[in-house]
């Protein structure tokens, strides 16, 4: 514990000693010698003073201040146990046990180990200074927008290209010292080190803190005044005084460098500040050679106290937003009594110095004057108590301490747990828990459907207590089934009708598209229908109470923007908003409105996505001309073009882009939408409308045209009709977009070698698929591929396998046959003992079943033989039960439903193509998708030249970089986490929100759950009937309002309750309470018969009069600004009529 060490060397240099304190020769000289000691011990008393002082307390108390920021990071980031140390009982003992065990070591050994501390100490250097320079280089990148592209990882970290080049000058920085030596370089890794070590090494109570600060104020003094009579020099002044060897030094000697005489042979090592004598002039004496010293440990030891006692502060500043503890506060800050205290100390720790010139040991003085006041003050403002334990448990203890909030606050609890999908572009799967009611949103697979993926779904699938999707595709919802199936989770799922149709037929497509190519076995179809059979659909909009465990939740699904039917879910508790929005996109579409920022104002909690934080787009009209352009281009060259798309997501808006250019150019190119749910999915697409874009429901209810009734695009849901297609150029848009599997596969390797052709990406492919690997740049001139199909079995094989199924289905007939008879005799309340000769013993089953059919038939003969009438049957005769049916006064009760006559055009939604009414394929439908006769799977491998155009165009209908930074300032969260997203995106995406957006951004790794608990206060309250019988309601809307002026208090159970205030109330200002859409005012004065026009940028209301909107609508964090609506103009009649308008818009509260 060298860094430790707190010593104070003597003012004088030993020469100077050795002259000033020489026996005088006679009494003249003698006093005239001690009033020159008496001033000049003054003169180097006040310089010394003024030049430690501030020196130290600016260390100390920056020390501190950091130590409170890096704690603040700490939290946001839940990390406490990873990168910091509250020292408990045990090690406080212990440092000055362990710091006196290293001081012997070095007095003894110093010359023996000294190159080996410049080593380590080297080593410290350079992760304290790059501790200490990173917030700033941070915060220098965020304000000029400097690129920062990460360039390595290294154990699980990331690095950027700007902490390279930090790295490397904390780096330069230590090797600059030992050459050199200088007092400046070796004061700046002082502080850093000590700024680092205040950081990292907390305290957690004052009862801790005087543990150790008692313990090494007894260390002091024994090593600095005692150790002299034991060991026979003083230790602490001889090891803190002594100078390391240079291992650089060492080096270069041995190797006989170039420029030894510019390397020092020793080194003063930063554990202790040095200052040059002649620093201040000729104040203090001595040469420039003559240093004085400032130990480590006089700034660290003090700096922890003050670090304590400032977040001490800081807590209660932030806790005092309290309903019932809204009174000030009582006095001044514990930091601004333990600063002082420190400075004093210091001051009088070199007093004594000087004037009894010996070394000093410093907490000897540091230790009362700093712990002293704190002590005193907090005992007479009484809380000493919560000091001395501390306001919170051990930091360590993450989950008691989540849980002493969670209780402290008594608000809503949130954590956030990802399951999958965070710093890569992984499925989406996120575990969210709001007061103990577990959220499953979103249960995303890729298109490997690799089953490692859902490992941590696993572990908490049995937890989960309802099932949100937000989007109809692979990446949202590909594992449903699969967890329902074997994952054991069997919770409620939530989504609007669009995902919920889709997504269906998006898995059937899945699955159809595998078990053509292979033996795929992970879910079947009717895995996938009861996956979905129990789906409760929602609206946009639609606020639906939760019930049971869930008492008190509204959630409630908004327009995203980014697939038909996609959803931002907004989960409501005690007022607090947790809003789930991911693949977002606020541009208006052909087919889809943008997201309405307008729902997410302030929310508590916002998870989204960095998936295109990194990414700009250009122009929707720019990139439709571009699309389209480019595919003319290549049918114009006798090529074709190959788009690999979706089942029923993005590829909707293609076919509308197409259907429009098609329709405009009156072209003749052949398009062809190619999956084994084509049909089927435009048929329901038709009856969604209302879920579209606000110019198609407007075109149908206009010319009662449907915008999905394509005339120019083939539906194909099998490849033959593509092969049997007129030869020429072709436009084919076929599932699946990665490559792996589905018709876009084959027709890749049947096109790919043609220059002509064309394959044209909309979106980026998964990681680890053939199409991310075409995407590359540049793209590989050739692949390797499978090609798969099934042959139907013959001769041996087919003979094998038609036997294993008799006999499946002959074992299958008689469980079946066994559970029926068991259940009959159930009903008839048969009273059978176990000797009866029918009774079946479940655990020789097994061996029934191989007696009865031992060669494959004759199975029933054994049970016939064996029957015996039950004892309690009457007579023999059919199982015969009544039918109790329902009476009234007026006869049988009948249900309605039972006569009504079934209209098939009673749903708009009804599937006529390819499914039954509920969107599942029937038996029939799927018999002619999938061969039924017995097949095998054979596999060849083939290397495709690839000599076809590649493309890629974004059309994934997400927002963009700059807007997705626009629209997080707008919604104004209070804590933000952030999922799905490369690790640079994600990083960038944080710094950006930690500046710009809020202070609590969080990007969690997989399974690590954070706690974003609003900071604040929730309280629930019981609004008296006195209070309420005095409070007077105003209309607003379908809302009443009213102004409330209460005091809280408790009732006798202990619940908090506004009453009347005692006093009379203050009077309150008028409120004009309402939006007003200057557009919409415009237009209500046009039709009041004012004259109108917008004119820059105000509202221009007749010849006179002049509206317009002053004032900011947000400010940086995001807050709510304010706005105001200012008339301009003359005292006129026009202007009155205007005001009078413009409050007719406002409700008057």
């Known amino acids: 514990m060298q860094s430790l060490q707190s010593t104070r060397r003597c003012p004088f240099s030993p020469e100077e000693q050795a002259k000033v304190f020489r026996a005088p020769p006679s009494p003249r000289l003698h006093g005239f010698l001690c009033s020159s000691v008496r001033r000049r011990s003054i003169a180097t008393l006040v310089a010394n003073a003024v030049t430690d002082n501030v020196f130290a307390v600016g260390v100390t108390f920056g020390s501190a201040f950091r130590a409170l920021n890096y704690g603040k990071e700490m939290e946001r980031n839940r990390d406490l146990s990873e990168t910091s140390i509250t020292l408990d009982r045990s090690q406080a003992l212990m440092i000055p046990v362990m710091s006196s065990i290293s001081l012997l070591l070095m007095f003894y050994l110093f010359s023996s180990v000294s190159q080996l501390l410049t080593v380590f100490t080297a080593i410290a250097s350079v992760s304290s200074l790059f501790f200490c320079l990173s917030p700033y280089v941070a915060y220098l990148k965020s304000q000029f927008g400097f690129a920062d592209p990460y360039v390595s990882r290294c ?556 005339k120019r695009i083939t539906l194909l849901v099998n490849k033959s009709e593509l092969d049997n297609a007129s030869d020429g150029p072709k436009v084919v848009l076929a599932s699946m977009a990665s490559l792996e599997a589905g018709f876009s596969h084959d027709i890749f390797v049947e096109w790919a070698t043609d220059p002509k052709n064309l394959v044209l990406f909309t979106e980026r492919a998964q990681f680890g698929t053939l199409a991310r690997m075409l995407q590359a740049d540049p793209p590989p001139k050739a692949v390797k591929v499978t090609m798969s199909k099934r042959v139907p079995l013959v001769g041996e094989e087919l003979i094998a396998y038609e036997e294993e199924q008799n006999r499946i289905r002959k074992d299958e007939a008689l469980k079946a046959s066994l559970i029926k008879e068991e259940e009959s005799k159930s009903a008839q309340g048969a009273d059978v003992s176990t000797s009866d000769p029918m009774v079946v013993d479940a655990s020789n089953t097994h061996s029934l079943l191989d007696a009865a059919v031992p060669h494959g038939g004759g199975y029933r003969d054994m049970l016939i033989d064996g029957f015996t009438p039950p004892s309690t049957s009457a007579a023999p005769m059919f199982p015969f039960y009544e039918n109790n049916s329902d009476w009234d006064d007026f006869g049988e009760v009948i249900n309605p439903d039972d006569y009504v006559i079934k209209d098939a055009d009673m749903d708009q939604g009804a599937m006529h193509v390819g499914g039954d009414m509920d969107g599942k394929l029937d038996e029939g439908s799927a018999s002619l998708i999938l061969d039924t006769r017995p097949s095998k799977v054979v596999a060849t491998e083939l290397t495709v030249q690839v000599k076809c155009s590649l493309i890629y165009m974004d059309f994934e209908g997400r927002s963009d970089a700059r807007s997705i930074k626009s629209i997080l300032s707008h919604m104004a969260p209070l804590k933000l986490v952030l999922v799905h997203g490369t690790a640079e995106a994600t990083e960038h995406l944080k710094q950006h929100c930690l500046t710009h957006v809020c202070p609590h951004v969080y990007a969690p790794q997989i399974e690590e759950t954070i706690d974003v608990t609003s900071d604040l206060c929730a309280y629930k309250v019981q609004l008296s009937e006195k209070l309420m019988s005095n409070v007077l309601f105003k209309k607003l809307g379908d809302y009443e309002i009213a102004w409330v002026d209460s005091e809280a208090g408790k009732t006798e159970n202990g619940a908090l309750s506004l009453l009347p205030i005692s006093t009379p109330a203050p009077p309150h200002e008028s409120v004009l309470v309402g939006d007003l859409k200057m557009a919409n005012f415009k237009q209500f004065l046009s039709d009041n018969g004012v004259q109108v026009e917008f004119a820059s940028g105000a509202l221009r209301c007749g010849e006179y009069v002049t509206l317009r909107k002053v004032g900011d609508a947000s400010h940086k964090g995001g807050g709510s600004g304010t706005q105001q609506i200012v008339i301009e103009g003359p005292l006129c009649e026009d202007y009155y009529k205007i005001r009078e308008y413009l409050y007719s818009q406002f409700y008057l509260l």
């Open 155 to 710: 154990c699980s970290k990331s690095f950027t290209r700007i902490q390279g080049l930090l790295l490397f000058l904390c780096i330069g920085t230590v090797v600059a010292w030992l050459v050199t030596g200088h007092w400046v370089l070796n004061n700046l890794l002082g502080i850093s080190i000590c700024i680092a070590f205040v950081s990292h090494v907390r305290l957690p109570n004052i009862k801790i803190c005087a543990m150790l600060l008692v313990c090494l104020f007894v260390y002091d003094i024994f090593w600095v005044f005692f150790s002299e009579r034991f060991f026979g020099a003083n230790v602490m002044v001889s090891v803190a005084t002594q100078q390391a060897s240079n291992p650089v030094h060492t080096v270069a000697n041995s190797l006989s460098l170039p420029g030894l005489q510019m390397v020092t042979k020793k080194l003063e090592l930063p554990v202790k500040i040095v200052f040059p004598r002649n620093l201040l002039g000729g104040l203090i004496p001595g040469g420039a050679k003559d240093f004085m010293m400032l130990g480590l440990g006089d700034m660290a030891i003090p700096a922890m106290l003050l670090a304590l006692v400032l977040c001490f502060d800081h807590r209660r500043s932030r806790d005092s937003i309290n309903l019932l503890e809204m009174h000030s506060s009582k006095g001044h800050k514990y930091i601004w009594y333990a600063l002082p205290g420190y400075a004093i100390g210091l001051v009088t720790a070199l007093a004594a110095g000087v004037l009894t010139h010996s070394p000093q040991p410093a907490l000897l003085y540091l230790v009362p004057s700093t712990l002293g006041p704190i002590v005193f003050i907090s005992w007479i403002r009484k809380e000493l108590a919560e000091l001395w334990d501390g306001p919170l448990p051990n930091s360590n203890d993450k989950a008691h301490q989540i849980e002493r909030v969670t209780q402290k606050k008594m608000g809503t609890s949130v954590q956030v747990t990802p399951l999958c999908g965070v710093y890569n572009e992984n499925p989406l799967s996120y575990l969210v828990s709001i007061d103990g009611f577990n959220f499953l949103i979103d249960c995303g697979w890729n298109d490997h459907f690799d089953p490692s993926l859902l490992e941590p779904l696993s572990r908490v699938a049995s937890t989960v207590d309802a099932v949100l999707l937000s989007h109809p595709d692979t990446l949202h919802l590909g594992a449903l089934p699969f967890a329902m199936k074997q994952l054991g989770l069997s919770a409620v799922v939530y989504s609007t009708e669009p995902v919920y149709r889709l997504g269906l037929l998006t898995m059937y497509d899945q699955y159809l598209s595998r078990k053509q190519v292979s033996d795929f076995d992970l879910f079947t179809l009717d895995d996938i229908d009861s996956a979905f059979q129990n789906v409760t659909r929602l609206t946009y909009a639609q606020n639906h109470h939760l019930s049971g465990k869930g008492e008190g939740i509204v959630i409630s699904p908004h327009v995203s923007g980014h697939l038909l039917g996609g959803t931002v879910w907004k989960i409501t508790k005690d007022g607090e908003d947790v809003i789930y929005a991911v693949d977002f996109n606020h541009r208006k579409e052909k087919h889809l409105n943008g997201i309405n920022q307008a729902s997410f104002v302030r929310p508590a909690v916002l998870i989204t996505d960095a998936y295109n934080a990194l990414n700009n787009q250009a122009y929707r009209r720019q990139k439709d001309k571009e699309f389209t352009d480019t595919i003319k281009k290549t049918l114009r060259s006798d090529g074709n073009v190959l788009l690999p798309v979706d089942t029923a997501g993005r590829v909707l808006e293609l076919v509308q882009i197409l259907e429009s250019c098609w329709a405009d150019e009156n072209l003749n190119y052949p398009i062809f939408f190619l999956t084994y749910v084509a049909s089927s999915t435009i048929d329901y697409v038709k009856s969604f409308l209302e879920w579209m874009s606000d110019s198609i429901a407007k075109s149908f209810e206009k010319t009662r045209e449907n915008a999905f009734i394509l």
